[in-house]
């Protein structure tokens, strides 16, 4: 009798040592539904030394879908990202040779040095990012593909125009002081390439949490997350078609009307040789870091058995074909 319930113990112990080990290599899988939104510190890089790149912000919402394979994690989805940058270009002046009344030349010199630009910017985006979770930590990175939707910028400088005789020492008085520190704005719009952004992001997953597995306690169908995400642009997202300089000015005389191109659109920004022509066009590139809040919420799913009624009754029917009930041939 001892030797019997030995057996049993032992067939009953290598059953649910089987099974432990059956259900663990099974991979599960997961699907869920993601809400995500961020708000960070939003910049523009340049290889002009004209463009002086200032602060800005990045907010970005979005929807998609994440996959959970074992540790394994895959999302992708559709944001809407805006961003506002703030910017400026040094040495921005413009000289005018003219003549007065009497007939002598006069060199009349505009500075709009201190001019500043807000550009905001609407872009679609489309990221593809793998990653893992491992308890309560996460982390995911790729590639997203940025398509920029609209794009606006104000520019606004305070003009400081003077003027000296070419032939001899002297300043027109006048004209210093009745044109020195006229504000000048303008509006335009404003468009970005297409860009490819690098991006990573680190997080963890909040609630109560196992320590030793990483289940959640309870599990949920929402699921909630916290992350530290960075966005690199890898393009060139400046127009390769240039608005013109930074500067200039329409009508003669008294009655000229000055005008600003965005400095991110200036062709001055373009290095040239001795005769004008364009050595090599200026690049700008986008990147913004910040926090980043996302929930998921689960899909319903069929979950994975064990031992299957389809299974058994293939297992133990007697080999005949059997009709379809639902389907005829």
Known sequence: ?????????????????????????????????????????????????????????????????????????????????????????????????EEDNEGDAYRLTVDASNGRDECRSVSLNVP?????????????????????????????????????????EGVIADIKDRFDNMELTTTSPVRWNLDVMAHMEIGGRLGRVHFITGADVPKPKQ??????????????IRSSQSSGNRLYYEGSGFDKEYHLTPAAMSAELDKKDDEGKIISKAAIHQYSFGIKATILFELPQKKPCIFCKDDLSRKFSSGKSRKNKIYKD
């Not at 040592?17 to 708000?39: K, N, Y």
């Not at 606004?156 to 001899?168: F, G």
């Not at 699921?223 to 060139?236: A, Q, T, W």
């Open 1 to 97: 009798m001892k030797w019997r319930c030995s057996i049993i113990l032992a067939i009953m112990f290598g059953f649910t040592q089987t099974l432990g080990a059956f259900t663990h290599l099974t991979s599960e899988q997961r699907h869920f539904i993601s809400i995500d939104g961020s708000v960070g510190y939003a910049s523009l890089t340049n290889t002009s030394s004209e463009l002086r790149s200032g602060s800005g912000v990045a907010a970005n919402i979005g929807v998609g879908y994440r996959l959970f394979h074992n540790n394994m994690l895959f999302s992708t989805g559709v944001e809407g990202y805006y961003m506002l940058n703030a910017h400026s270009m040094s040495n921005v002046q413009l000289n005018i040779d």
């Open 128 to 168: 593809v990012l793998f990653g893992g979770e491992f308890r309560r930590f996460y982390f995911l990175i790729g590639p997203k593909v940025s398509y920029n939707l609209w794009g606006e910028t104000k520019a606004d400088a305070y003009l400081s125009e003077s003027a000296v005789y070419v032939e001899y």
């Open 223 to 236: 699921r909630y997350y916290l992350s530290f995400y960075l966005d690199y642009g890898l393009l060139n």
